[in-house]
């Protein structure tokens, strides 16, 4: 998975609550995502990065916030977890921004009752 | 956002055969194209892709075909294979976007 690594693969939150999925990148690329992935949807942008400090929202960035302190790192951060929130995440590398392959990570399945 | 869309949700075909997955892209000033392959409990994995100056690029066993004309895309899998069954994604980078947009995907299933 060219060197991503997202974490935790799985969880359950209750409601309410903040949570923090992480992604981890060794291939020192510029760029990185974070995509939801749900039934009928697709993948759909929340926020991506285009370096340390410098994000932006996608799609559907309400009720998400990120992170980027370090090259490797980025951290999406749900602030109080809905239901709706439920969903598969993955983040994604890539070199450049426009016309160019991006790489996925494995994927983190959160489940928020 | 784009639209991006698959003609069939669902695909099964032959073992040996060629398989062929379609996709609509509504932005006709797109000008690069991407299909992913996902397994069940894995991250999207690119295959192939194609920019508008291209209608055709193959790979080792896919070809991808762009038809601008009718703003449609194809994914051509030769000799498909057990291994080859997942769901394909096809994804667009509309001028001045800043990610891609991924249709919703079709599902083959290759029957031994």
């Known amino acids: 998975d060219a060197g991503i690594t997202q974490s935790p693969r799985h969880k359950v939150t209750e409601t309410g609550t903040p949570v923090t999925l992480r992604c981890h990148q060794t291939?020192?690329?510029?760029?990185m995502y974070w995509y939801r992935q749900d039934p009928g949807h697709g993948l759909r942008l929340i926020h991506y990065?285009?370096?340390?400090?410098?994000?932006d929202k996608g799609e559907v960035s309400d009720g998400y916030s990120v992170s980027r302190s370090k090259t490797e790192d980025f951290l999406l951060t749900l602030e109080s977890a809905t239901s709706s929130q439920t969903s598969v995440y993955f983040c994604?590398?890539?070199?450049?921004?426009?016309?160019?392959?991006?790489?996925f990570g494995q994927g983190t399945r959160l489940t928020v009752v | 956002g784009e639209s991006v869309g698959l003609h069939l949700p669902t695909l099964s075909v032959q073992e040996g055969d060629n398989s062929i997955i379609n996709c609509a892209y509504s932005n006709s000033a797109s000008d690069y194209f991407i299909w992913y392959k996902q397994e069940s409990g894995k991250g999207p994995q690119f295959i192939i892709d194609i920019r508008s100056n291209m209608d055709k690029r193959q790979g080792q066993r896919v070809t991808v075909l762009l038809n601008k004309t009718v703003k449609h895309l194809s994914l051509q899998i030769a000799a498909t294979q057990p291994g080859d069954s997942a769901v394909y994604f096809c994804a667009e980078n509309p001028p001045g976007a800043n990610n891609l947009f991924f249709g919703t995907g079709t599902r083959l299933t290759v029957i031994p």
């Open positions: 990065s285009y370096g340390v400090k410098d994000t």
């Open positions: 291939e020192n690329h510029r760029y």
């Open positions: 994604a590398i890539s070199q450049k921004n426009l016309n160019t392959e991006a790489f």
